[in-house]
């Protein structure tokens, strides 16, 4: 059969919109829309059976009207986002079951295969979509648009789903007894003195902290800072200067805490930041019970270069984590006696690695420790993380970088 007995064979089964028409010839032919595609179709069919060309009064029967709606769905789409700000989008559809099964038995009816051309809930994305993009100058995203909406045609609903914007920096934490993230046992944390400025500035509903890792409550982030992704939720601007806005949260924090090297982020980013498994330094004051001698401190050192370190998990969180033995490396240890009670120690371990333990050997849970190497009880007193990753590690790779029109997104 030709297309044209195919499309005699369409219109023998109802009043059917131009759209609907044409639709099952969508892959037959192209740069025509499908109602441009079914009026000409339309139009031959009336010319060879020399009939009078008549568009159907009654609404077609198997999108109930639906493509006749595409426009009023448009504005409805933009009107439901308000005052928001986007660069992309995507538009969804959810077709009633009634008229996604009208459409299949469209092409049964006529003697087609029922998956040729394109679904109905196909056409009405694209035509909503390009509708609303010429509306708003945006470009479509099909991976993570700024904003998606999706047309619930059943409920006569628009969903507006405002997706999360991602900022990574890194953070030093400057006074202790301050959690990465917010804790009822602690009147506030590096999340709760950060996310302030940001939501502010982005409109956002909630912000959430994610580090590289997190240091002790009692300890220090010092030196490079802590990679971090600070996501904002249900965003309703996308810019900021963020070179304003480090300098705002640093001015906010009382001496507290600190961020720089901030930089718009692929959303991906997130978890490449939980995930990350990064070495870091650490410099621990450390006590000891007894008097020790500096080449007894100096041997001990000497002993834990290198070493591979046995860690059963501390008795301090052994109520929140599996009770396992994991190795773990000191990559470099070095030290110095600051009296015979005292001594400050840089550690550069493996991430994972439990310095408090290291140092303590935690009832022998860890294994060798410098308390055991001295055979001397010894403590971590006070314990400053120095660096994550490394100073000149370009964490935020251009493959993380969030990109508009093939440029990266810096923010200034």
Same mark, same amino acid.
């Given at each position: ?12 089964? *109802? ?6 028409? *044409?639709r ?22 009336a010319?060879?059976?020399d ?13 109930? *009207?639906?493509?006749?709606?595409f ?24 077709v009633p ?13 006529a ?24 509306k ?11 904003? #998606? ?11 507006? #789903? ?7 920096g890194?953070?030093? /934490? ?5 959690? #990465? ?12 003195l950060? &996310? ?32 971090? !992704? ?25 001496? /507290? ?7 718009? &982020? ?13 070495s870091?330094?650490?410099? &621990? ?22 070493a591979?370190?046995? #860690?059963?998990?501390p ?16 990559l ?12 400050? !120690?840089?550690?550069? *371990? ?14 022998g ?7 055991g ?12 993380v ?27």
């Amino acid at each position: 059969m030709t297309v044209i007995d195919d499309a005699r064979e369409l219109l023998a089964t *109802g009043p059917l919109c131009d759209s609907c028409l *044409g639709r099952p010839f969508a892959d037959r032919s192209f740069g025509l829309t499908n109602a441009e595609r079914g009026r000409a179709l339309r139009t031959t069919v009336a010319l060879e059976d020399d009939d009078p060309f008549e568009t159907p009064d009654e609404d077609c029967w198997v999108c109930e *009207g639906i493509c006749e709606r595409f426009d009023e769905l448009a504005d409805r789409v933009v009107e439901a986002l308000g005052e928001t700000e986007l660069y992309t989008y995507q538009v969804g559809t959810r077709v009633p079951p009634l008229v996604e099964e009208n459409d299949r038995l469209l092409r049964l009816d006529a003697g087609l295969e029922e998956d040729v051309g394109e679904q109905l809930k196909t056409e009405v994305n694209r035509e909503v979509g390009r509708r609303v993009g010429a509306k708003l100058d945006a470009e479509v995203d099909f991976e993570r648009p700024d904003v #998606q909406f999706t047309v619930d045609l059943e409920a006569d609903e628009i969903d507006v #789903q405002r997706n999360s914007i991602a900022i990574y920096g890194r953070y030093r /934490k400057l006074e202790r007894d301050i959690p #990465q993230t917010e804790w009822v046992k602690f009147d506030e944390s590096v999340e709760e003195l950060v &996310a302030p400025p940001f939501m502010s500035a982005f409109r956002g509903t909630e912000a959430v902290f994610h580090g590289a890792g997190r240091e002790d409550v009692d300890a220090l982030m010092l030196g490079t800072g802590r990679p971090f !992704v600070l996501e904002v939720k249900n965003p309703r601007r996308r810019d900021a200067d963020l070179k304003e806005l480090e300098a705002e949260v640093n001015a906010s924090t009382d001496g /507290k805490a600190e961020v720089e090297n901030l930089a718009f &982020a692929r959303y991906d980013m997130v978890e490449r930041v939980k995930e990350l498994d990064a070495s870091k330094t650490y410099r &621990a004051t450390v006590d000891f019970h007894e008097p020790v001698d500096e080449a007894d401190f100096e041997a001990a050192l000497e002993a834990l270069d290198g070493a591979t370190i046995e #860690q059963r998990t501390p008795h301090r969180v052994d109520h929140r984590r599996a009770d396992l033995v994991r190795e773990r490396q000191v990559l470099s240890i070095e030290g110095e006696l600051e009296d015979e009670y005292t001594a400050t !120690v840089d550690v550069h *371990g493996e991430g994972g690695l439990y310095i408090k333990e290291l140092v303590s050997s935690d009832e022998g849970r860890t294994e060798p420790s410098l308390a055991g190497e001295l055979g001397v009880d010894a403590e971590v007193s006070a314990l400053d993380v120095i660096s994550v990753q490394g100073v000149d590690e370009p964490f935020l790779t251009d493959e993380y970088r969030l990109e508009r029109d093939g440029e990266p997104v810096s923010g200034e």
